[in-house]
């Protein structure tokens, strides 16, 4: 492969490429010769192939300068050496030791550029310094956990020329890894650890919820091997006090002399070997442990594993489970959404069927889908029993129920705002039936709650706010809350940690850590969850235009194509059921649905607010 390669905006220099096919471990530049004698023998007709293409750095050069020596190092720290062996080379032995590329890594808008300093900027015969620079646009910690970041990045880098054999090495190195956005997107790919709601009222009783955790492996270094020591060391600091894993504390793999990674036979099951911590777990709970598994693997090969099987310290089998099994076992998303709802012409509630190719809308059934009030927006709970409005100005909040017949009753919440935009935003339910909604009012604004729906308000506490409330959206796990916060004129979106107090008889809830999301953004005006760590937006850049993107909770941009443009949306609505339609209220359009692999379709010129149900 002579040809030089560009990433992160530096010159490459040319690399070796290794690829892994029929031939085993192989450089490109031929494979081992093949046999032309001998007996004919059964072989596997269909034998496991990796076929990824990784790409490794160049050792140091004899005699090589300190310039060289940098950028090598720098170079090194982008291939898919599997434990940064190659960069250690650069380090003289004790930084080698000393030095921790796992513990963090810094990914900067281009390549790190390196500037030399000293005596006009050039090596005395025994020590040479350089610095470091670039624009931080995120970070991923030692739990392998990513978060956006800004400012300058500058860092010393020392090295030496050693005494036995005069080569220059580097003796002090940048903490961790340091790397431009292409390499980081060609090194790196987003995977979701599962763990189980704890704190949730569904999570005393009756099956568990599951509840993704990101975090970025190194995709063409054993990315199995990697995601399920992760899983096992436990949830991220920001996720652990709202959730639980089924893995007793301390356990890890336990993997046999000469064994360094898990793989799956050719029937797609995978054996993970344990050590003696998971030893004595009942079968519920290997179960459970075996779902964690499964929804964490599931998409990350080409063929997803389709069953596992955890063994004891001993080798013995502990349980076994299939990809449905866990799918029985844990509630795992928002299930099957029947409808799709909005506004009609006429501010009632109406919907549409989920899977319908036709605009086949009806009112809901009750009160709300009579006309009994005009509505602004709307929220229907999770198991489309249920339906929230507000008012058209904006003032009341009213729950019905979606049976024929069903009256209305009083409104259960008051907002005393102003004006419209001071007063109730759109509301949203979580996945134990509770109502959540902003009240704007500038003299009281407040983040509330509302036991399945009704009963007096309760004040969520939301430490660490800064700024207005706009749009509250609850994830199906009922742990996480996505939120559009006003300040200075800028709205943003930032993820909160739903945290409970069953310790106190009125229940209390707290928001906790909130984190924005989206900092390159000016304006963000409309958002839906679109997946188990995913949500899609309206937004845009400073001086920028309108835009429509996928954003993970994290921070980080999702691999894909955004959504398709689409001219002046006001609002969306997206499943956590990936597969279904997006669906948005244009200005121009009026109600629209986006199918994968299709383009924007008008469904009804006279309605708003669409929905789905959560």
């Known amino acids: 492969m002579g040809a030089d390669r560009v990433g992160g905006g530096r010159r490459r220099k040319p690399v070796r490429t290794v690829a892994y096919g029929v031939c085993g471990a192989v450089l490109l530049a031929g494979c081992a010769s093949m046999p032309d004698s001998g007996d004919l023998r059964d072989v596997e007709s269909t034998p496991r192939q990796d076929t990824q293409v990784r790409v490794f750095a160049l050792p140091p050069r004899e005699n090589a300068g300190a310039r060289e020596i940098v950028d090598g190092f720098l170079e090194a720290l982008t291939s898919d050496d599997p ?75 020392h090295l030496i020329r050693e005494k036995k054999s005069h080569q220059w090495r580097i003796d ?19 995977v979701n650890k599962y763990y189980f709601a704890s704190n949730t009222p569904s999570a005393t009783g009756g099956q568990p919820v599951a509840v993704a955790d990101p975090v970025y492996v190194r995709k ?33 793999l336990n993997l046999r002399k000469g064994v360094t990674s898990l793989t799956p036979d050719e029937q797609n099951r995978l054996t993970v070997p344990l050590n ?60 099957k959404n029947e409808y799709q709802y909005f506004l009609d012409g006429k501010h009632r509630l109406v919907r549409l069927p989920s899977e319908s190719s036709t605009p086949d809308v009806a009112p809901v059934p009750g009160a709300l889908g009579e006309g009994a009030k005009e509505l602004r927006s709307a929220a229907v709970s999770r198991d489309e029993r249920k339906a929230a409005g ?19 009753g009083d409104p259960v919440l008051h907002s005393d705002g102003k004006t419209l935009k001071d007063r109730l935003t759109t509301p949203s339910w979580d996945g134990d039936g509770n109502l959540w909604v902003a009240d704007r009012d500038p003299d009281r604004p407040r983040l509330l709650f509302l036991k399945d729906g009704a009963g007096e308000p309760i004040e969520v506490s939301t430490p660490g706010l800064d700024g207005r409330i706009e749009a509250v959206r609850l994830a199906a796990d009922g742990v996480r809350i996505a939120l559009i916060v006003e300040k200075d004129g800028k709205k943003s979106l930032s993820i909160g940690r739903v945290e409970r107090d069953d310790k106190t008889d009125e229940g209390a ?40 993107a996928y954003v993970q909770v994290d921070g980080s941009t999702p691999v894909g194509s955004p959504p398709a443009a689409l001219t002046g949306v006001k609002a969306l609505a997206a499943s ?20 994968s692999g299709s383009k924007w379709q008008q469904v009804v010129k006279d309605g708003t607010a669409p929905v789905y149900p959560g």
């Open 390 to 408: 507000v008012t058209f100005d904006g003032s009341e909040l009213y729950v019905g129920s979606l049976v024929s017949g069903a009256s209305l």
């Open 509 to 548: 809830v707290s928001v906790v850590e909130l984190r924005s999301v989206t900092p390159q953004l000016e304006e963000v005006t409309a958002m839906s969850w679109a997946g188990d760590s995913r949500l899609v937006l309206v937004g845009r850049e400073r001086g920028g235009v309108q835009q429509m």
């Open 83 to 157: 434990h940064f062996e190659t960069a250690k080379k650069y380090l003289t032995g004790d930084a080698a030791k000393a030095w921790k590329p796992e513990a963090s890594l810094t990914v900067l808008e281009e390549g790190p550029g390196a500037t030399p300093e000293g005596v006009n900027g050039r090596d005395t015969q025994s020590e040479s310094s350089f610095r470091l620079y670039g624009d931080k646009i995120a970070t991923v910690d030692g739990q392998q956990t990513y978060a956006p970041a800004a400012g300058t990045y500058d860092k010393p880098l």
């Open 276 to 335: 003696a911590r998971a030893d004595r777990v009942g079968a519920g709970r290997c179960q459970e442990m075996a779902a964690q598994l499964l929804f964490t693997l599931r998409d990350l090969t080409p063929a997803a594993v389709d069953e596992v099987a955890l063994q004891g310290s001993d080798g013995t089998q502990l349980c076994t489970a299939t990809a449905s099994d866990a799918e029985n076992a844990v509630v795992h998303g928002v299930g």
């Open 172 to 190: 002090a190195p940048p903490p961790g890894v340091v790397m431009g956005k292409s390499d980081f997107l060609r090194n790196y790919t987003s």
């Open 220 to 252: 063409k270094v054993d990315a199995m091997t990697q995601t399920v020591r992760l899983l096992l060391a436990g949830p991220s600091r920001w996720l652990d006090p709202v959730v639980r894993s089924s893995f007793p504390t301390g356990t890890r």
């Open 576 to 595: 956590e059921e990936e597969q279904l339609p997006l669906v948005a209220y244009s200005e121009e359009d009026g109600i629209v649905r986006l199918s």
